[in-house]
């Protein structure tokens, strides 16, 4: 069972940030916060990550929330090209990652 | 450099016969990783090598399903007896090695298995 809850759909417009929260209320101590993304016919693509702390990379920012029950991640310029399924995932090691349904954000021109 | 690569991209196959999916991880990837995914579902974690051995392979469906990786590298996903219910893309990826530190799990486009 996916130990993370992600909304099913989302619209953003193009240019604006898009937020994509997501839910991990059984998170334990050692688990990280592992976000990826499926475009279209491919394989999964590594987003960013966290333990605690915020963090930011060139693609995202990565939001977790003091007591690391939930966590947003932010896309500051949406393009057409950031259409995609976002997953969520919870793990302590990055060998045992289980996927949910994602959200499939839209980005609207 | 070049990624994960999977063999073949497309495989279609009647019910009852044997397969095999090639996955070549990226050169130097200790982690080797198996998925399934279903039409509109997230991937489905199958098995988990850490060099030549299955580390984790709690994923696997029942025994009709096997995963090698004989020499650390390549890896082959093998399917007995198929059935329509094994339709589905099945996705590779590698990892530089176990653990956090290794954070990010790189994937193939996957073999789309077709059982008819």
């Known amino acids: 069972d996916a130990k993370t809850t992600q909304p099913t759909s989302m619209d953003c417009a193009e240019g604006r940030a898009a937020n994509l929260p997501c839910n991990h209320s059984?998170?334990?101590?050692?688990?990280?916060v592992y976000w990826y993304r499926q475009i279209h016919s491919q394989g999964p693509q590594y987003i960013i990550h966290g333990l605690k702390n915020n963090e930011t990379n060139e693609m995202a920012s990565l939001i977790i929330t003091e007591d690391r029950k939930s966590s947003t991640l932010i896309l500051p310029h949406a393009t057409l090209r950031d259409t995609a399924v976002y997953y969520c995932?919870?793990?302590?090691?990055?060998?045992?990652?289980?996927f949910g349904a994602g959200t499939r954000l839209t980005v609207k021109p | 450099g070049a990624g994960v690569s999977q063999t073949p991209s497309n495989k279609v196959t009647e019910k009852g016969k044997y397969v095999e999916l090639r996955c070549d991880p990226i050169s130097g990837h200790t982690a080797l990783y198996w998925y399934r995914q279903s039409l509109g579902q997230g991937p489905e974690f199958l098995i988990y090598?850490?060099?030549?051995?299955?580390?984790?392979d709690s994923g696997l469906p029942n025994d009709r399903f096997f995963a090698v990786r004989p020499e650390g590298s390549v890896s082959t996903l093998k399917i007995q007896r198929t059935e329509r219910g094994d339709s589905a893309v099945y996705l590779c990826?590698?990892?530089?090695?176990?653990?956090?530190?290794?954070?990010?799990?790189?994937f193939g486009p996957g073999t789309r298995l077709t059982v008819l």
């Open positions: 090598f850490q060099g030549t051995g299955a580390a984790d």
């Open positions: 995932i919870v793990s302590e090691f990055n060998n045992d990652m289980r």
């Open positions: 059984t998170i334990s101590g050692n688990e990280y």
């Open positions: 990826a590698s990892s530089l090695g176990y653990g956090a530190l290794y954070n990010e799990q790189f």
